[in-house]
């Protein structure tokens, strides 16, 4: 198993040729991605199915659920280093890793979905404070900066002792590993609050804007922050599970557990009492009976709304509460993906109550900007409907295999497990092959 | 300081489309695109109206009025807080406009304007005439754009062209900051409306309804503070709203009664080229 290093273990000593082929595959989709990303910029974004009412798509939702994502690893590996407390250590290293690939992914996909990319600098050359985008842009980077700095600071030691290059000259002394730990309190301290920040300003490019529906409420900032948590959580353990079976890294069964149950808390919190919390007021408000109140309440209006609440939020909080089911390995594998899954269509759903019905909706309506054919009058439209088209979902995937290939860089190159941690699980769920 | 805005009556409004129309030569917005549209309050469909026809001697419930809709040029305008870069900006004299070599076309001031006033150019923008007029800046794919209250031609001392081809004098376009101005009469005389009021974009576009103004003749395509004689009707009493439906309701031209004999037509001079 663990190969060499004292104090610690990288994850993938080498790829296999199993390794080879997941690499193989996730720069094929890259390159895909980047083709696909070539034609939307000679086409215009003519290419996707964004128009006039409907003008923000795929790569905005995939955004909100990617910083999302990005928030399990770097809280699960901070919060408690602030609190110095060793638990959950096994997943410190692999979770900053994971959360570093989710924004890298968040970042990046704000660029094919920009009409013209080549303007990007303008954030820097003529920002106005004033738009929530700023805010946006600065804390996603700071947010990128701060999840590099720390995977670094957790492993430069022990990359110094294997003597890898990525130790950028640090050597590994007893010293330096008590300075560090310091480092990395002080790291956790600012890691945290940035976190909350992040998620909060990202709810806020929504929640400020009074012209799209139910966007406009002051509880989204708490609801991004709870989606971070189920939806980051959710991808720290099935990325961990994953890696326990297919890689040398070795999860502790016991953490995991707790981990999950975690994990159940939260998505509590979040589908059941955040989404009370903002349903039942208008359901009241609009309805007289109360009949009418209760099914308000509880009937949601779109498919998106039951795959999110439903899918992504009953059933893995069903089997992450049964205590017969929930410390199997393999249910909170299932479980974390559902609610990983859930959040998404949570994004999505946000995304289309904002687009579907247009504030002043009078014939013809507005006109949607598609291409004109010169035949067909049907330019208007009088609500927003969207469907991506293969262009965002190929672009889309090849900026997700960008992040996956970080994290599969990773397990190679950055020491991901200290040595001291205990034994697998290894024989329930996860059968290694 | 000068702070321009738009009065429509809707009262005056006849659903012609020409301010549509014209806006879209005016500008050379693309094709597939309209800055201006004339909506239809009333039935499903554009140019029908809601209720019903009357019956066996009833009084029917017909019901239609045309809802001219650009760009609002909000005094709290969400487009210009929500551009991180500074593209869209309200000018000094009050219009909301884009400096299309700063808009990296992220589209968020779409989704922050309520009014769905503004479009984005998908793909390469196709012109009719290919070329355009040439009086005004041509904007590049991936871009977003819309309603500038003309501008280019405010600049020039020049009725946004909408205002000048209406046809029923139902668009007044002025000064809000100087209460000897049309629009800020009308917006005092009338009871306006603005869009989404509840919103609070405090927009600049007021909407008469309910009573009908006299619109304003257009007597050159000169703005009203351009004009040698302020305004060639209004000299004190006579654009009172009581006097203005008395001469309306009657009046079978549209209520230009203050217009004296030898008084220009409303069409405007042509005289300033061919390109308006």
Known sequence: MATNGESSRVAVPSYSGKGKLWIGLLVALMVAGLAAWGYQLTTGLIATGMRNVFSWGLYIMMFVLFVGLSAGGLIISSAPKFFHSHRYEGFARLGVLVSLACIIVAGLLILPDIGRPGRIYQFFTSPDFRSPMVWDFGIVLLYGVLNLWYLWLLTRRDLAARGSRLALGVTDTEAGRERDRTLMFWTAALALPTAVALHSVTGWIFATQIGRGDWFSPLVAPVFIAKALVSGLGLLLVVSVLADRFTNFEVDREELTSLGKILGIFLAFHVVYLLAAERLPHAWADHFEFWAITSSFLVGESVYFWLWTVVGGAVPLAMLAIPSLRKRVSVIFTASVLAVVGTMFEGIRLVFTGYEVANIDAAPGISLGGEYTGITTDIWATAGVYTPTLIEIAVTLGIIAFGALIVTLGLKYVPIQRVDAQQSYATDGGKQD | MTNYGLVIDQERCIGCQACAVSCKQEN??????????????????????????????????????????????????????????????????????????????????????????????????????????????????????????????????????????????????????????TVSKYINEYETDQLLEDRGTKPKTHYISGEMSPGRPQTSDKLESELDDVSPWSDGTDDLPSEAADTADGGSGGGHHSIEGDEVPHVPSVKSGGDD
């Open chain 2, 28 to 181: 050379n917005v693309p094709m597939g695109q309209f800055w201006n549209r004339v909506l239809t309050e009333g039935g499903e469909k554009m140019d029908t109206p809601s209720g019903g026809y009357p019956e066996d001697g009833g009084s029917g419930s017909l019901d239609m009025q045309y809802q001219p809709t650009a760009c609002q040029h909000c005094e709290n305008a969400p487009c210009v807080k929500v551009c991180p870069v500074n593209a869209t900006y309200t000018r000094d004299d009050g219009i909301v406009e884009i400096d299309y070599d700063k808009c990296i076309g992220c589209r968020y001031c779409m989704a922050a304007c309520p009014y769905n006033a503004r479009v984005f150019n998908w793909d390469e923008p196709e012109h009719m005439p290919e070329a355009g007029t040439g009086d005004v800046e041509a904007r590049p794919q991936g871009v977003v754009e819309k309603c500038t209250f003309c501008s280019h031609r405010v600049e020039d001392g020049l009725d946004p062209a909408c205002v000048v081809n209406c046809p029923a004098d139902a668009r007044i376009f002025g000064d809000l900051d100087d209460e000897t101005s």
